[in-house]
């Protein structure tokens, strides 16, 4: 097991590395002049080609393209990722650091709305198949899957919040109820998702011979379910859970500016617009080693509760 965990720690290396290449590589293909950008951010008036030539060897543009990746990557292993253009007083870092918070209360509680949600709607779904209820929800599934996040930020913003005037249409002033029409926006489209996988799930595990087994030896109907079918379904899920949280945490990036939430995605957002390629570059790479981390983790962790995978190491 310790070997395992070992080789997929050194695989996770490489891939980490790779990551980081190619946002370099991405970012600097943009067909923009950084050292321009800088200093028109900075409402520089006159630009002449001696400032553009000494910003740009300040910068270190006029460094070789591999030395200047080297460079790069070795300030993001000490945590420096450079300085903001739009706020030269703040560093990458600290601007990351302030819209965190919100970014990660966002995925949070949508995460947790996924998972009580899914898990029942789920579960009756495969007990009760082709009922009513499983029509409908089918059909919700169908509908939400289709949906894009912002239109449904927008719809719930006009109905719950213009038309009935129950929660906040913006920003993090109100405390909680900021958050609950963004989580559910956030949620819709992973709770479809989780329904379907873990409806799926349990239908073929009730097929298996376990199952047979359990209802001969007269065991309830209820235990057999919940203790057996459940359980077994919910194995193959905890990767896509792993996986979700990442998701969850970059597909905040519309939520956020649908609903004025001050977190990662807004920040990422107006980085774009104003061209501020630091924090373009530390988001995207956040956001590929998150991805990295957590499925690395949720695949050992479901390594280590599987019996079935224990055994082949």
């Known amino acids: 097991m310790i070997k395992y965990i070992t080789k997929r720690l050194l695989t996770a290396i490489p891939l980490l590395l790779t990551i980081s290449f190619v946002c370099f590589v991405f970012i600097n293909a943009i067909p923009s002049d950084p050292a321009e950008v800088a200093l028109r951010v900075n409402q520089v008036t006159v630009i002449s080609e001696e400032l553009l030539e000494q910003t740009r060897e300040e910068m270190g543009l006029n460094d070789p393209y591999l030395i200047r990746y080297f460079n790069w990557l070795i300030d993001c292993l000490r945590l420096d990722f450079g300085i903001s253009y739009v706020n ?36 009756f779904c495969a007990v009760y198949k082709d009922s009513l209820f499983d029509k409908i929800m089918r059909t919700f599934i169908f509908m939400t899957t289709a949906m894009p996040a912002y239109w449904v930020g927008l719809l719930l913003m006009w109905i719950v919040s213009i038309k009935l005037d129950l929660l906040p249409t913006s920003g993090m002033s109100d405390g909680y109820k900021s958050l609950i029409l963004p989580s559910i926006t956030v949620a819709l489209t992973y709770v479809s998702t989780f329904i379907r996988l873990i409806r799926t799930n349990m239908l073929e595990n009730m097929k298996q011979d376990y199952v047979l087994y359990a209802n001969v030896r007269g065991l309830k109907q209820s235990s057999i379910l919940a203790k057996h079918v459940l359980r077994n379904s919910l194995h193959t899920c905890i990767v896509a859970i792993g996986m979700s949280v990442p998701q969850l945490i970059a597909g905040t990036i519309v939520v956020e500016n649908v609903f004025a939430i001050p977190g990662l995605g807004t920040l990422c957002i107006e980085a774009i617009f104003n061209r501020d390629f630091p924090i373009i570059q530390t988001y995207v790479l956040f956001i590929g080693i998150l991805f990295v981390s957590f499925n690395l983790l949720f695949d050992i962790i479901q390594t280590v509760i599987d019996p079935k995978l224990r055994k082949e190491f």
Request: aromatic share 6%; net charge positive; charged share 10%.
């Open 88 to 123: 030269p007083q703040r560093t990458v870092l600290s601007e990351m650091i302030r819209g965190l918070p919100n970014t990660l209360q966002l995925a949070c509680w949508s995460l947790v709305l996924v998972v009580v949600i899914s898990l029942p709607v789920g579960f």
